[in-house]
Nanobody, 113 residues
Framework: QVQLVESGGGLVQPGGSLRLSCSAS????????MGWYRQAPGKQREKFAG???????NYADSVKGRFSISRDNAKNTVYLQMNSLKPEATAVYYC???????WGQGTQVTVSS
C-alpha cells in the first residue's frame, strides 16, 4: 500500500504564497494521475487540482490562475504552488491518486491576517 506524506502548510497572510509537497512511497507513483484535495472546516473534502502521469494539469475554477500542480516522478513527489492565497483557502490539504490510496495526515493551511 502506498503511503502519502503531505508537508509545507502553515499560516500565511492573505495574498501570500505557500508550496506544498506530497511524497509517496513505492515505485508505482509515476504511472498514476495525482490530485490535490482540501477539506475546510465543516465541509466535505474536494479535489481542486490534478496532474496526469505525463504532466497534463487541470484545476477547479476557484484556484485556476493562482495555483499550480507539478510532479517529479523521480522523487515520487507532487507539488502545489499556491499564490495569491485567500482566507477561504484555509483547509487541510491532501494528495491522492483518484482516492485509491489511504489518505495521509494532510497539511494544514491557514490564511489569515
Amino acid at each position: 500500500q502506498v503511503q502519502l506524506v503531505e508537508s509545507g502548510g502553515g499560516l500565511v497572510q492573505p495574498g501570500g504564497s505557500l508550496r506544498l509537497s506530497c511524497s509517496a512511497s513505492g515505485s508505482i507513483f509515476s504511472i498514476y494521475p495525482m490530485g490535490w484535495y482540501r477539506q475546510a472546516p465543516g465541509k466535505q473534502r474536494e479535489k481542486f487540482a490534478g496532474i496526469t502521469s505525463h504532466g497534463s494539469t487541470n484545476y477547479a475554477d476557484s484556484v485556476k490562475g493562482r495555483f499550480s500542480i507539478s510532479r517529479d516522478n523521480a522523487k515520487n513527489t507532487v507539488y502545489l504552488q499556491m499564490n495569491s492565497l485567500k482566507p477561504e483557502a484555509t483547509a487541510v490539504y491532501y494528495c491522492n491518486a483518484d482516492e485509491i490510496w489511504n489518505w495521509g495526515q494532510g497539511t494544514q493551511v491557514t490564511v489569515s491576517s
